[in-house]
């Protein structure tokens, strides 16, 4: 088995493993922002958080690893290794969900429109519901603060999500700030993406319709042929 096979054979049994992580984490980073927890419920809160960080780094280290090219693959894994060295990145550990949405994706099929749905809501909920809560998180202590609840963090990400930004509630810190640059990326990337995929739908479509037309016309036409060669063979016969 090569270097390559054995790295393609590491992602494959390690995606769901990561993406159960990630819930973890999920679960762990929602608890600690929204309830706020103190003492026992806290230490054990940060050992979680430690040991899905912990399982990241070996998993973003196995595969530099596995690597056949290391230097290669990792100039083209900056952000998985900016996840793991950054703490304000640390909600992008939850981009190994992602699995789960393929898996919806498996469920429903392989139509356009389904594609579409599940991309659409599952991304845009979980950009709006994780950004929400770095927001909050970064924003809530901060002098002249404008989110200092869930309910304000997730207007404020809806309207940055969109790109609306109606400038009611904003960011005053600078992590927050850039949280936000963050999600108005998202948002555009996601927008943009779903645009093309009904795009070259919309294309592929006309193009089997072409198809089916023109397969249609040519047996048509054929049709017309065979029918003039017999007329012309009746008509000689007659002549003879």
């Known amino acids: 088995m090569t270097t390559q096979d054995r790295l393609a054979k590491w992602d494959h049994r390690a995606e769901w493993a990561l993406a159960a992580v990630a819930l973890v984490f999920l679960a762990a980073y929602s608890i600690e922002v929204l309830v706020q927890p103190r003492g026992f419920a806290q230490h054990l809160l940060d050992i979680v958080t430690f040991l899905t960080w912990a399982v990241f780094v070996v998993d973003y280290f ?26 304000l990145l640390r909600p992008l550990r939850l981009l ?6 393929s898996a919806l994706q498996e469920a429903i099929g392989n139509a356009i429109r389904g594609r579409v749905v599940i991309y659409t809501v599952s ?7 994780v950004g929400a809560l770095a927001e909050l998180e970064s924003e809530r202590a901060a002098a002249g603060s404008h989110i200092t609840n869930f309910g304000d963090a997730v207007w404020w990400a809806i309207t940055t999500i969109t790109t609306v930004g109606y400038g009611d ?43 089916a037309h023109n397969a249609v016309t040519a047996a048509q036409i054929d049709g017309l042929h065979n029918e003039i060669a017999q007329l012309r063979e009746l008509l000689q016969q007659r002549t003879d």
């Open 96 to 101: 190994r969900l992602v699995v789960l949405v």
């Open 169 to 211: 509630i904003y960011p005053v810190t600078t992590t927050g700030r850039v949280i936000a640059v963050l999600m108005m990326i998202g948002g555009i990337s996601l927008v943009g993406s779903i645009t093309a995929t009904i795009a070259s739908w919309i294309i592929h479509t006309v193009s089997v319709e072409d198809k």
């Open 123 to 129: 991304g845009a909920v979980l950009l709006i519901y």
């Open 62 to 87: 196995a595969r530099l690893y596995l690597a056949t090219d290391r230097r290669k693959w990792f100039l083209h894994h900056l952000i998985d290794l900016a996840v793991v060295l950054l703490p």
